[in-house]
Nanobody, 120 residues
């Protein structure tokens, strides 16, 4: 059993900041790539940022220069520091992990999501 639990969402004014966290737990042997996605109402889920076990990062154009993804490998946890937030950043943010379980199953796992609302 593997769980991804996000936290840190909330309501913030435009120009403000939020820090999201996602902790992976359970029968995990190794976590490979972790990522943040988001889904706004009426829109498809989109990739925000990814980070490898080695710390290499990749960002969507909308996130570059404003968001920073980081991870704590010892705790199987990732973070998303979001600065200069805009109303168009309003969405449910989901954590995602590609990981190998202790049963040697390679899987793609999702968290339950955390709501981020940016008011204008």
């Amino acid at each position: 059993q593997v769980q991804l639990v996000e936290s840190g969402g909330g309501l913030v004014q435009a120009g403000g900041s939020l820090r999201l966290s996602c902790a992976a737990s359970g029968s995990i042997f190794r976590v490979n790539v972790m990522a943040w996605y988001r889904q706004a109402p009426g829109k498809q889920r989109e990739l925000v940022a990814t980070i490898t076990m080695g710390g290499s990062t990749n960002y969507a154009d909308s996130a570059k220069g404003r968001f920073t993804i980081s991870r704590d490998n010892a705790k199987n946890t990732i973070f998303l520091q979001m600065n200069s937030l805009k109303p168009e950043d309003t969405a449910v943010y989901y954590c995602n992990a590609d990981l190998l379980t202790t049963s040697w199953n390679l899987g793609h796992y999702w968290g339950q999501g955390t709501q981020v609302t940016v008011s204008s």
